[in-house]
T-cell receptor
């Protein structure tokens, strides 16, 4: 069965600090997708990134970066020089390519950036 | 390009009633998924439709049902409402299903309160 674990329930940092959100996943499928979504206070989930299981290259997009390691089944998300606008709940998600093909979410990490 | 739209945004119902929620996907997207979000259970998958056919179903009772129309718009229905059905119901659309799956884009959600 698929499972996504975000062990950090809440993180609070001061603006401009770097922060890493952890994500560990479980799946029996060899082909799958990993995602990160952001949910600001407005409630709408905003897509951030998709990663295929066969592409372990790390990705950087501005202040955001993602570290995908199949050996440890982890897909961590780092925000560099955090800003107050980064405050939100962040979800990691997994979808098998075969099998059930359901999008399974972690419990989310509430990130608060204090000025 | 317009995003995913959901109507209504807020609903208040009483126990025993039924409710229908509507979702219009992004133009060109043919797959629609529904999720329930509660503080206790997090984001849980309800079902996914593609080409007017239910492709996947989560672990919810039969009171929860859905359908998709030929224009890809989708509705979900909850009958005999219970207090525990109070939640944010999110709809998401993606281009396709299976090999044609890409990331899902979410609507703003419908906040359902059952009294």
């Amino acid at each position: 069965a698929q499972k996504v674990t975000q062990a950090q329930t809440e993180i609070s940092v001061v603006e401009k600090e770097d922060v890493t959100l952890d994500c560990v996943y479980e799946t029996r499928d060899t082909t799958y997708y990993l995602f990160w979504y952001k949910q600001p206070p407005s409630g709408e989930l905003v897509f951030l990134i998709r990663r295929n299981s066969f592409d372990e290259q790390n990705e950087i997009s501005g202040r955001y970066s993602w570290n995908f390691q199949k050996s440890t089944s982890s897909f961590n998300f780092t925000i560099t020089a955090s800003q107050v606008v980064d405050s939100a709940v962040y979800f990691c998600a997994l979808r098998d390519f075969g099998g059930a093909q359901k999008l399974v979410f972690g419990q989310g990490t509430r990130l608060t950036i204090n000025p | 390009k317009a995003g995913v739209t959901q109507t209504p945004r807020y609903l208040i119902k009483t126990r025993g009633q039924q409710v229908t929620l509507s979702c219009s996907p992004i133009s060109g997207h043919r797959s629609v998924s529904w999720y329930q979000q509660t503080p206790g259970q997090g984001l849980q998958f309800l079902f996914e439709y593609f080409s007017e056919t239910q492709r996947n179903k989560g672990n919810f009772p039969g009171r929860f049902s859905g359908r998709q129309f030929s224009n890809s718009r989708s509705e979900m229905n909850v009958s005999t409402l219970e207090l525990g059905d109070s939640a944010l119901y999110l709809c998401a659309s993606s281009l396709g299903f299976g090999a044609f799956y890409n990331e899902q884009f979410f609507g703003p959600g419908t906040r359902l309160t059952v009294l």
